[in-house]
C-alpha cells in the first residue's frame, strides 16, 4: 500500500506558526506514525493571513455558530476565516486524505470542547474551532481526532485502524477493478467490520451479494459510506471477544481440550478488563498458522495496522 495521507494541524509538526510563535510538537504524530503517513499540514490562521506572532483569538456567542474574535482589538475573524475554510476544505478534496488530526482546544483548529465565551466572558467547552467545523461538515465520514484525544489508548486504536481500512479501500476502488475486487475487499474485511457494528456488517454483506445487479459506481459508493459508517463504532472488549470465539470456530476441532481452554482463558480475562487484546489475539495468530485456514489468514482484523505502531497492546 501507497503511503498513507493525513491531513494535520501545522503546529503539531513543530513548525512555530502558533500565535505567540510558538508550537505543539506531537512525537508520536512525528516519529511513530510519521513513519507510515505523508502529512497535509494546515494552519488555518496563518494561511487565512494572519502572521506569527499574533493576536490570541477566542470563540464566542452561540456554541453552535460562535463568532472568532481578537481577545485584544474585538476583531470580528469569522468572515475571513470561514471564507478560507471553505476553500481551503475543497482544496483538500485533492489531496486523498484517508484522515485528519486537528489541534486540541484551537479555536480555529478544535473538533470538539472548544471553550465559547458568553456575553458575561464565561466559558463554556462546547464548540468546534471554526475550519474544523467546515471541515467535518466537508468530509461527514472522515476519520478525525485531535492529538489530545489520541493520547487514550483505544481512541488512537479506532482512529488508525479507521484510517488505514479507509486507504485499502482506496487503494481498490483507485485500481479500477471490478466487483470482483469489492468482493475480495470485503472479504478480507469482514470480522474487522463484525467487531465494530454487526448491524451493518449484515447489511454490508447484503450490499455485495449484489455486485452483479446494482451499478458499479453506485454500489461503490453505499459500501463506502456504510463501511464508514460502521468503524466510527468503537470495537469494544464484547464485541472483539465475539470475534475471537468466531474465530476459534474454525480450529476448534483442531485444538486440544487443554489448548481450547486457554484460549477461552485468555478470551475471558480479555473481555473483563484484566488483560490487552493482544493476549488473546497472539494465542489466535499462533493457531492460525499452525492450522493454515486460507479465510483467517487473509482477515486484516488480526493485522490491521502495523504491528510496530503497538496500538494493540493497551486496548
Not at 24 to 30: A, E, G, I, S, V
Not at 176 to 184: D, E, F, I, K, S
Not at 195 to 219: I, K, N, T
Not at 281 to 304: F, S
Request: with cysteine; net charge positive.
Amino acid at each position: 500500500m501507497e503511503g498513507i495521507r493525513l491531513g494535520v494541524s501545522t503546529c503539531l509538526l513543530g513548525e512555530k506558526v502558533r500565535y505567540d510563535g510558538g508550537h505543539k510538537l506531537d512525537r508520536f504524530l512525528t516519529d511513530t506514525l510519521g513513519r507510515y503517513a505523508d502529512y497535509v499540514p494546515v494552519c488555518p490562521e496563518v494561511e487565512c493571513g494572519l502572521p506569527v506572532p499574533r493576536e490570541a483569538m477566542r470563540l464566542e456567542g452561540d456554541p453552535a455558530n460562535p463568532r472568532l474574535v481578537t481577545v485584544r482589538t474585538r476583531r470580528d475573524m469569522t468572515g475571513p476565516m470561514a471564507g478560507w475554510a471553505r476553500r481551503r476544505a475543497a482544496e483538500l478534496e485533492g489531496e486523498n486524505l484517508s484522515g485528519f488530526i486537528f489541534k486540541s482546544k484551537s479555536p480555529s483548529s478544535g473538533m470538539e470542547r472548544v471553550k465559547v465565551y458568553d456575553a458575561n466572558g464565561s466559558p463554556s467547552g462546547k464548540g468546534a474551532g471554526i475550519f474544523a467545523r467546515i471541515f467535518m461538515e466537508h468530509f461527514p465520514l472522515l476519520p478525525v481526532e485531535d492529538e489530545g484525544r489520541l493520547h487514550d489508548p483505544e481512541i488512537r486504536e479506532n482512529f488508525i485502524e479507521r484510517v488505514f481500512v479507509l486507504a485499502r479501500w482506496r487503494e481498490a476502488v483507485n485500481a479500477g477493478a471490478g466487483p470482483g475486487a469489492l468482493v475480495q475487499f470485503h472479504r478480507r474485511h469482514k470480522l474487522l467490520v463484525l467487531a465494530h457494528d454487526e448491524r451493518r456488517y449484515r447489511e454490508l454483506g447484503r450490499l455485495v451479494a449484489r455486485a452483479g445487479s446494482l451499478p458499479f459506481g453506485e454500489l461503490l459508493g453505499a459500501y463506502q459510506g456504510l463501511l464508514l459508517e460502521a468503524l466510527k463504532l468503537r470495537a469494544t472488549p464484547k464485541k472483539n471477544a465475539n470475534v475471537l470465539m468466531h474465530i476459534m470456530g474454525y480450529f476448534k476441532r483442531q485444538i486440544s481440550a487443554a489448548e481450547k481452554a486457554e484460549l477461552l482463558g485468555a478470551i475471558d480475562l480479555y473481555r473483563n478488563g484484566v488483560t490487552p487484546l493482544l493476549v488473546p489475539l497472539t494465542l489466535v495468530h499462533h493457531y492460525v498458522r499452525k492450522y493454515g485456514d486460507p479465510y483467517l489468514m487473509d482477515q486484516y482484523y488480526l493485522n490491521p495496522h502495523p504491528v510496530e505502531l503497538q496500538l494493540r497492546n493497551h486496548v
